[in-house]
């Protein structure tokens, strides 16, 4: 029997349109309800059907949040997907080939690496309709890890028992089918999954995380404009707000989108939209608005590859100081950045009680992969959500003022005036973009205008969202600095430079507005190295800290950033860190085959 791998990493490529998205969603569903840690990431195009695609999944009994550039198990319904994916598929891994096509291993192909064709689309007419051969693969795959098919029977009655027992019966014929195909021409188990400790967890995207957050902190209005990643938070809101009380409302364009937050949020509501790259842009003015009138709202940019269209399917984190300084004049806001699906919840409530509070806009900046790729989650702390609506008159007060009148923009010690909301007796709403007086009135007053500034961005100071997250020693030989979805694929390199005898920690971003330079400081005070991994062609969170100077004298900063579309792996960053450290080693063959994976020449017998 073969060692068990622990990270088994099993992909499926073909074209678009074949359902490569949703046979990897089965896979990653059905391990995770089984106790499984998962995290499922993609490569697709812009185009609705057509051009390659591929699902990787990474499978294991820890958890597990990040790219990796290794594969045990390659089904391929093209030569294209062989051709594409075949660098990364380990030596003793296999290549489950659709016999439909004249399957080859090109030159280039690891040795020992094994091509399986099956007869996929045979099989599957014969199930019932070729459009179930990715259901004959994943019975192949099954076996290919040593599981059994009775979870996948569950999955499929839940799923399609609706249809009929004729559907149902279709498909488990393709699961048996491929699993028998299997374990009759790879006998014995070429590799076996860890035992997973059998607690259920949760699949999910961190769009669908922010989402399931703000309807728990009270959002009742979303509304948006359909962009790539975006969209699907608010797929994920129409489906729930209207159960809720609330609604998700279509906009002709990103401008109107924010503005109707704006509205909403004047009057009371909690409300939040959600974009991204261009959207992001043309929202400026909005937030600009939404600064100047101090109303509270949240907006949810998922950063993709830029400029302009650039690569809408393709992950980027080049929007950071569109989203710290853009627009025109001096707005305040405050920008944070979840890392995990955890944080996509957390942040996607504690968002809407930062905009209350401090009265301005709050920008939650995610990105492609954290948004749009699978993660397993044990559990969403609901119980954990609180709601604070800030600064609030009550009726009360207004009543006590008598002929006084309120004062909506009143000068506070924390720059927070109380707000009435829209049809309290004796409050005051008038709110409008030009310069104003404390009840709201246009004035020119330099004066006034100097106070108002002042006002305004008094509010930062006393905003206490946590500025990062750090683990390792408390004096290491070398921080990684790093933000959004790096946190899974930063903690995997840190491991193998510790396996190696490093001494490293890794810090991670939390907020970038108000920018944090203090709090960094002081934890990067004496160190050697600071590396800063980023997702960009040009360095803007190395920008934000030289700008802001947070880094102290004598700190040697390094970076590692890339813009080619694909997530980071591991190696990528550990390869740097390690020779400016001098670690010594073959930390990427431990990577791809160390302690965490099988011995993979011994795993196909």
Known sequence: MAASPRVFAWKIGGD???????????LATVLARAGYWIYGYKWFSSRIKGGHTNFKIRISDRPVNGASSDTHVLVALTQEAIDKNIDEVLPGGVVLADEAFQARLPE??????RLVTIPLSEIAKQAGGVLMRNMVALGASVYLMGLELGPFHEFVRRRWGSKGEAVVQSNFKALEQGYAFAQEHLPGEPFRLPPADGRPKLTLTGNQALALGAVAAGCRIMAG???????????????MLPKFGGAV???????????????????GARAMTATSGPGISLMQEGIGLLSMTETPSVIVDVQRAGPSTGEPTKVEQSDLLALVHGGHGEGPRIVIVPSSVEECFRDGAEAF???????????????LALGEFTYTAEDLPLDQVRIER??????????????????????????????????????????????????????????????MMEKRWKKMESVDFPAFTYEGPERPDAVVIGLGYTRGVIEEALEALRAHGA??????????SPFPAKELRERLAG??????????????????????????????????????????VPEEIARPVAERLGVHGDLEGWLRAGDRVAPVQEAVR
């Open 390 to 451: 800030g600064a609030l008159v009550d009726a009360g007060e207004l009543r006590r003022l008598g002929e006084r009148r309120f004062q909506r923009y009143a000068f506070t010690p924390t720059g927070v005036s109380p707000r009435s909301i829209p049809g309290q007796p004796d409050g005051q709403f008038l709110a409008t973009g030009s310069e104003h007086n404390v009840f709201g009135h246009v004035t020119e007053d330099p004066g006034n205008r100097t106070r």
């Open 225 to 239: 404009y359909p962009i790539t990643p975006a969209t699907s938070v608010m797929e994920t809101l129409a489906g």
């Open 353 to 367: 009680n930062l905009a209350e509070r401090f009265q301005c806009p709050v920008i939650i900046a995610s990105d």
């Open 503 to 512: 001494s490293v920690g890794h810090l991670h971003l939390r907020r970038l």
């Open 249 to 267: 409302v279509q906009m002709e364009d990103e401008l109107a989108a924010v503005h109707v937050v704006a509205g909403a949020g004047y009057a």
């Open 16 to 26: 678009q349109g074949e359902g490569i998205d949703s046979t990897g969603t089965i």
């Open 108 to 113: 280039t192909a690891p040795a020992g690496v």
């Open 527 to 568: 160190l050697p190295f600071a590396f800063v991994v980023e997702q960009n062609a040009t360095g803007e969170l190395r920008f934000l800290l030289e700008a802001h100077d947070a880094v102290p004298a004598g700190v040697v900063v390094g970076e590692v950033h890339k813009a080619d579309g694909r997530p980071f």
